[in-house]
């Protein structure tokens, strides 16, 4: 110990005094390896102290009457003209206590390190957990007043959804066709094709007047299906609002108008995101319903989307009509002029 070897010939005379029944008598004090040594005049020694279990009784007051630890009765008296004795007792009993373990230390170490796991789980886990939850609780009737709400949002920049009462019954075939919930055909604000919380599916006019076969229109239906099954448009829409939607949607059971409009900008303002081949002919497949009138109208040289007509899932077999011709063409009318 460094802190020794500076104090290890220090001496000091002092006043011991084994047991209150005797008197004291004056001793030689001189410090050892970690030991306090009591001795006679004649170098005899009488007791050792640890200088770790040393106490002393009076903090600040003289002389210093210090007794080992447990032992009270045992005292040794120093006059306050023995500073370096003191002193190096002082010093060396810090030095020792730094050398010693500290369990409290390793136990706030140990409190620290797993508030910090938690800390790092309520950040890390929780929002994606909560985020699940909610998605897996919240019915269908708030499904589809959540996919109401972001409608009536994109209606305030598209213009009202197309209605024709003649084209209503083409319109709700095609649902059923398709197997959606809804379909609702809006004359702007939509690229192609968009699917709402509670099966509402959204198509852009242009999918149901600039073509002739109504499996193009059936197609990015069947797309969107294929899609909402990788990502709930719920789970997408709490995605792209963060933490506290879902909070709030569990805890109140709405979204406010700041949410709704949020989602909605990101939503209309970037590309539909990409999936599989593999899914959407997945999807076609179980729908009976071809993919190649779909793939050439995303791609009219059939170059990017090879795997989709390669792998009609309804190539060669006898297709079931998507719509009567006299339907369709109601269908195609529903924006009028």
């Known amino acids: 110990m460094t802190a020794l070897k500076q104090y290890q010939r220090i001496e000091a005379t002092g006043l011991w005094r084994p047991s209150p029944d005797e008197q004291r008598r004056e001793v030689v004090v001189s410090i050892g390896e970690a030991t306090l040594t009591i001795s006679d005049f004649n170098d005899r020694a009488l007791t050792h102290w640890s200088l770790a279990a040393l106490e002393r009784q009076n903090p600040g007051s ?8 447990g032992d009270p009765d045992e005292t ?6 023995e500073t370096t004795m003191l002193e190096a007792i002082d010093r060396l009993q810090r030095a020792i206590d730094r ?3 500290h369990p409290g230390r390793l136990r706030w170490l140990s409190v620290g390190g797993v ?3 938690v800390l790092a789980l309520l950040l890390f886990w929780l929002p994606g957990a909560l985020q699940n939850h909610v998605v897996s609780v919240v019915p269908q009737v708030k499904r589809q007043e959540i996919g109401d709400m972001i409608l009536h949002r994109i209606e305030r920049v598209s213009g009202q959804a197309c209605t024709s009462r003649d084209a209503r019954d083409s319109l709700e075939q095609l649902a059923r066709r398709t197997g959606v919930r809804q379909i609702i055909i809006l004359p702007a604000g939509v690229q192609d094709s968009l699917s709402l919380p509670g099966g509402t599916v959204l198509l852009s006019r242009a999918l149901v007047e600039d073509y002739e076969d109504p499996a193009v229109a059936a197609g990015y239906v ?3 299906r294929a899609r909402a099954a990788h990502k709930d448009p719920l789970d997408d829409l709490l995605d792209r609002t963060g933490a506290t939607s879902a909070f709030r949607l569990l805890t109140t059971g709405g979204l406010t108008p700041e949410i709704i409009d949020t989602y909605t900008e990101q939503v209309l303002s970037q590309p539909r995101p990409a999936i599989s081949d593999d899914d959407v002919l997945a999807m076609f497949s179980q729908s009976a319903l071809p993919s190649t009138p779909y793939a050439y109208a995303r791609d009219v040289t059939g170059e990017t989307v090879l795997g989709l007509i390669e792998a009609d899932p309804m190539a060669g077999r006898a297709l079931e009509q998507v719509l009567p011709d006299r339907d369709w063409v109601r269908l195609q009318n529903i924006c009028g002029e």
């Open 62 to 69: 003289f002389p210093a009457i210090f007794n080992p630890d």
């Open 76 to 81: 040794l008296e120093l006059a306050e003209s």
């Open 99 to 101: 050398s010693r373990p």
């Open 115 to 117: 508030v910090a796991a």
């Open 222 to 224: 069947i797309a969107e």
